[in-house]
Structures are given as structure tokens and as C-alpha cells.
């Protein structure tokens, strides 16, 4: 058992039955489990995927406007925004017209990844300061997306000025099997099953 390596949830979770009780357990960032990755779908001003990796404890985010493709010929620009909390990985509803990023989200894939060599490399670098240096390997484990992927900032950074740019690139292995991401419109939340249509006929009370 290593649930408890981090040490603050120990008495929390002393007094407590896990599989007794719905209270959260409350993971650990560190130890005892895996980052996250989410992709989110966004019908928004423009549509594009969301693209976010759990690292220290936030989900560091890039826009997709074409979605993350399994073919490694294709370069997949990627826009940084800005961090978003852990929980919004479970987010899928309408964001209301007149706020930030209205429209319509689902949660097209979520899962594990690990960090790669390559990136978290000889220079001793974790996998945040990896991304800090614009470039990041990692293997995805999710329900759609497998194998190994990488982030590669093109443009910006490092005092420049200009607006970053990044590429997410399928790297080669056995898992790429050269399929591109779904129409979006046509593509099925991996939490609920529903189309971006769907959730939005379902109303701002999806939201969660
Ligand atoms: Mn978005």
C-alpha cells in the first residue's frame, strides 16, 4: 500500500472505510497513482479539442483546433491556455452564451499517461520542466488515445514575445495506427456516450 505516501491524508483516511462510504478518498498528486490526461471537445467560436496533462497538480491545456491524430505524418497545431483545476477533467455541459469559451463540451477521452524519456531526460529534468523547455514525450493510456505522443513548441517562449505554438505528434510505435480524430460533431463522449448535439439539447443543467 503506498496510498499514503504523501502523509496529509492519513488520518483522513484512517477514520475511513473506503468501500463503506461515497466520501472521496482524495488522490494524491505524487505517489500511488498516475497523471491524468483529458480531451475535451469544445464548440465554442471555433470548434477544436482541448488537450490537457495533469502536472503539479493542474491540468496544464493546449487547443487542438484538428484534434490529436494517431497518424505520425500529421503535426497537430496546438495553442496553450491557460491551467485549468484537476476537476475540470470530469467537465461536460454547456457553458452559458456570454461567458468564457460558451458553447458546448464533452469528454472524448480521458485516461493515464507517463512521462517518456526523452523529455524527463539525462539533464535531470521532471516532466514540468520538460514542458518548461518545450519539449515533452509521453505515453498515453486512455480509451481512444494510446502510445506514445509529443508536445514541441515551435514558436514563442523564453522571453520571445510572440504567442506560443506547440505540435502534438503521434510518435511511432505499435499503437500508431494512423487514424486522425473524429468529426467532432459526429464523435461520443467516452463518460456518457453523448454527441456535443446531445449534451446541448440536454441543457446548461448538464453542466457539472
Ligand atoms: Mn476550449
Avoid: C
Avoid at 535531470?124 to 518545450?134: D, I, K, S, V
Amino acid at each position: 500500500m503506498n496510498d499514503n505516501r504523501d502523509g496529509t491524508l492519513t488520518t483522513y483516511r484512517g477514520k475511513r472505510h473506503f468501500d463503506r462510504t461515497s466520501e472521496p478518498r482524495g488522490e494524491g498528486t505524487a505517489a500511488g497513482r498516475k497523471p491524468v490526461f483529458v480531451v475535451q471537445i469544445h464548440d465554442a467560436t471555433s470548434m477544436h479539442f482541448d488537450f490537457r496533462l495533469e502536472v503539479d497538480g493542474v491540468l496544464k491545456s493546449w487547443s487542438v483546433p484538428k484534434g490529436p491524430s494517431a497518424d505520425v505524418h500529421d503535426k497537430r497545431l496546438a495553442m496553450p491556455t491557460e491551467d485549468h483545476p484537476l476537476e475540470y477533467r470530469a467537465f461536460e455541459g454547456v457553458i452559458a452564451g456570454g461567458e468564457y469559451g460558451a458553447g458546448t463540451v464533452i469528454v472524448w477521452d480521458e485516461g493515464t499517461y507517463e512521462p517518456l524519456a526523452g523529455s524527463t531526460d539525462d539533464k535531470g529534468r521532471t516532466f514540468a520542466e520538460a514542458l518548461e523547455h518545450g519539449h515533452a514525450t509521453f505515453r498515453l493510456d486512455g480509451s481512444k488515445l494510446h502510445g506514445a505522443y509529443a508536445l514541441t513548441r515551435f514558436r514563442g517562449g523564453e522571453d520571445s514575445g510572440e504567442r506560443e505554438a506547440w505540435l502534438l505528434v503521434k510518435k511511432k510505435d505499435v499503437l500508431a495506427d494512423g487514424k486522425p480524430a473524429p468529426d467532432p460533431r459526429r464523435a461520443r463522449s467516452v463518460r456518457s456516450g453523448r454527441t456535443l448535439k446531445q449534451v446541448a439539447e440536454d441543457g446548461p443543467e448538464g453542466a457539472g
